[in-house]
């Protein structure tokens, strides 16, 4: 608190002119107790720290808490909004998750049955050629064994003959001399039969 120099001379004691004060070489009159700790000044310093703390206080009521009050509001507002967003946000990620296996699980039954599909296609596609080429190949067969038949028939035709013939050469080979065809024919038939 600010203390006028006629205050501070009413409260000092009367000091000689011209005494100082020998640690600090300032006049005595200058001189005198601190006035925070000087017991006449109590009422006034109490006073003052009245009406300076209620100032404060209506200063603080009036316009710091109120200010201090809406930034917090403010805040609760924007936390809450935050909050809010960020369940929808996670509600909507959720939602796109299952939806994601959702399609995949369709996809993958798609993927399923097109190979499936797929497989008895190339069944039945293999099956029809293997048929196609089992009929050719019967039909081949039939063909072969037909030919292989008149070819055997053939020879056998020719085989009474070369049997003939080769009967006909040993016995003049071996008698000396020949014998008749149709005794040769009988002998070869009975032969063979």
């Known amino acids: 608190m600010f203390v006028t120099s006629a205050f501070a001379q009413e409260s000092a004691p009367a000091a000689a002119e ?12 200058a001189h005198g107790t601190f006035p925070p700790f000087n017991p006449a000044t109590y009422p006034s310093q109490l006073v003052w720290l009245a009406i300076t703390f209620g100032l404060f206080y209506l200063f603080l009521k009036r316009v710091v808490m109120p200010r201090v009050g809406g930034i917090i509001d403010v805040r609760n507002d924007r936390i809450t909004q935050d ?44 099956e029809a050629a293997r048929k196609t080429i089992e009929a050719a190949l019967d039909q081949k067969l039939g063909e072969a064994e037909a030919r292989i038949s008149s070819i055997k028939a053939n020879a056998m035709k020719e085989v ?11 016995v003049e080979a071996l008698v000396g001399g020949k014998a008749s065809k149709a005794e040769i024919a009988a002998a070869v038939k009975s032969v063979a039969g």
Do not use: C, F, M
């Open 83 to 126: 909050l809010d967003h960020a369940a929808r946000l996670k509600s909507e990620a959720d939602a796109a998750v299952a939806a994601y296996e959702q399609e995949l699980a369709e996809a993958k039954g798609k993927a399923n049955a097109i190979g499936q599909q797929a497989n008895d296609a190339a069944k039945a596609e293999a």
């Open 18 to 29: 011209g005494d100082t004060h020998a640690a600090t070489g300032v006049p005595a009159e």
């Open 160 to 170: 009474g003959t070369i049997a003939e013939d080769t009967a006909s050469a040993i």
